[in-house]
């Protein structure tokens, strides 16, 4: 059974940096497929990051390309976002998910943390 807890929010000025983290409390974390979605008030939630199994390969939102980071650490069960450079168009809840590779949509979910960027 996944459970993930996100961390590392905050309130940050624009043009600074942010790590959220994301731990799993199960037992099979690095069978996960992992991302990092947002979703800002009144907005649906989106993509914002992705990560496969072993983490040699990433995939990004074209909005955070360039400034966003994720990687993740199996030994630790933890996958993380790493945010430089951010604008306050990325104040959201952020939320960490997990699937498995054979499964399409995600679904074990966080309880979200929020990133509030000040201009």
């Known amino acids: 059974q996944v459970q993930l807890v996100e961390s590392g929010g905050g309130l940050v000025q624009a043009g600074g940096s942010l790590r959220l983290s994301c731990a799993d409390s199960g037992r099979a974390f690095s069978r996960y497929i992992m991302a990092w979605f947002r979703q800002a008030p009144g907005k649906e939630r989106e993509f914002v990051a992705g990560?496969?199994?072993?983490?040699?390969?990433?995939t990004y939102a074209d909005s955070v390309k360039g400034r966003f980071t994720i990687s993740r650490d199996n030994a630790k069960n933890t996958v993380y976002l790493q945010m430089n450079n951010l604008k306050p168009e990325d104040t959201a809840v952020y939320y960490c998910?997990?699937?498995?590779?054979?499964?399409?949509?995600?679904?074990?979910w966080g309880q979200g943390t929020q990133v509030t960027v000040s201009s």
């Open positions: 998910a997990a699937r498995l590779v054979v499964t399409p949509n995600y679904n074990y």
């Open positions: 990560i496969l199994l072993s983490g040699s390969n990433t």
